[in-house]
């Protein structure tokens, strides 16, 4: 496992770099369209940023996936969520019927979503899986099963799991990504659901960024200031224990199976050189873990909306990346990548559809005509 690990991320150092070539292409393109230069500010720049991804000027957003990691957390017992564990089983089960909020969207917006039972601890009703994550061509309407463990252990008492589990919910999301390349997606986002994923999220990137856990904890779902204060508490307690610890020790020691399925998936989407849009504050870290286990991997990155949780802009600016929105929002699932995709689309539709101003000059005899009104 260690092995495949190991050459996973010497993949992506070895061809994660963007395509120079036609990165150079689009700049220039960008430079001559009938606008003055960067008037569309970061929609050039994501333009640009995709033909350095595909290694072509011109590309499309359209057929968009979204995948869902769904686990539960061991340090739920230390009262550190506002929810009981059963809304993981339900919105679980409840992404698959498209009546979850990210459910809404998806189906509003025709994106496929990909639900991945990595560690959800309550019992789900087996007419919901399935054991592939591919169906006709497109990514299963089911939950795909993979169900390392019925959730974390308690992370106040000692490690989340073992590092090999952590590898294995890495390798699952990387899979995903593959999946998510062979059904000819043009994007995909990575989102999650699991009770009590913002504190390990807080714990991950205490440890990571040498932050104090004031400036990484929120209150998730609306914590109470009894359960806030015992929060700080062990996000406090766990970054000291991962001091001197690498990216996958942390995450096996204070993370969550969503947290390193999502990781894995980020580190696919550079594998694939495909797109991978990052939703909220849980999508955050597990994009940072990406990029600190192959740095490479930041440049198929997208933002979509600043989450209200106060980490997630520390997440953000490890990364090097900005968010394209504020709506307040801090829902998770993936709910801020529909809106991210019609960004992208955006950007696409300037680059593919404006015209240069050589391209776009009329000559006299069309003028001539117009004035005759042939042309209206």
């Not at 809304?87 to 979850?100: H, K, P």
């Not at 591919?134 to 939950?143: M, P």
């Not at 394209?324 to 593919?352: I, K």
């Amino acid at each position: 496992m260690e092995t495949y690990f190991e050459e996973i991320l010497d993949n992506i150092d070895e061809s994660g770099d963007l395509d120079a070539k036609a990165t150079a292409e689009a700049k220039a393109r960008q430079n001559v369209l009938a606008k003055p230069t960067g008037a569309l500010g970061e929609l050039e720049d994501i333009s640009v940023r995709l033909a350095g991804i595909s290694g072509q000027v011109k590309n499309k957003i359209a057929k968009k996936a979204i995948v869902i990691m769904a686990a539960d957390n061991g340090v739920v017992e230390e009262g550190v969520a506002s929810a009981p564990q059963s809304v993981t089983r339900s919105q679980t089960i409840n992404f698959t019927r498209r009546l979850t909020g990210v459910g809404a969207m998806a189906k509003h917006f025709d994106i496929d979503l990909l639900v991945i039972d990595i560690g959800v601890k309550l019992p789900i009703p087996r007419k919901y899986y399935t054991e592939s994550m591919v169906e006709d061509d497109r990514l299963t309407n089911k939950i795909f099963d993979n169900k390392l463990a019925e959730g974390t252990a308690n992370l106040a008492k000692g490690d989340a799991m073992p590092r090999p589990q952590a590898l294995s919910a890495l390798f699952c999301g990387y899979d995903a990504a593959g999946a998510v390349k062979s059904c000819g997606y043009d994007v995909f986002g990575v989102g999650e659901m699991g009770i009590g994923n913002t504190t390990t999220s807080a714990c991950v990137l205490a440890a990571l960024s040498g932050r104090p856990a004031t400036e990484v904890v929120g209150r998730g779902g609306g914590l109470s200031d009894e359960g806030l204060q015992k929060k700080l508490q062990i996000v406090t307690q766990a970054a000291k224990r991962c001091q001197g610890y690498d990216v996958l020790d942390i995450m096996a020691s204070v993370g969550g199976l969503d947290i390193c399925a999502m990781t894995g998936a980020f580190l696919g989407a550079a594998a694939n050189r495909l797109p991978v849009v990052i939703d909220g504050y849980i999508s955050a870290v597990a994009a940072l873990c990406a990029c600190r286990l192959a740095p490479k991997a930041v440049n198929f990155m997208f933002g979509s909306h600043i989450s209200k949780e106060q980490g997630y802009r520390i997440a953000m600016d490890e990364i090097g990346i900005r968010p394209y929105f504020d709506l307040g929002m801090r829902l998770g699932e993936g709910s801020g990548c529909p809106l991210s995709f019609n960004v992208l689309e955006t950007a696409c539709a300037v680059m593919n559809g404006m015209a240069t101003y050589d391209e776009g000059a009329i000559d006299a005899d069309y003028l001539k005509e117009a004035e005759k009104g042939n042309f209206f």
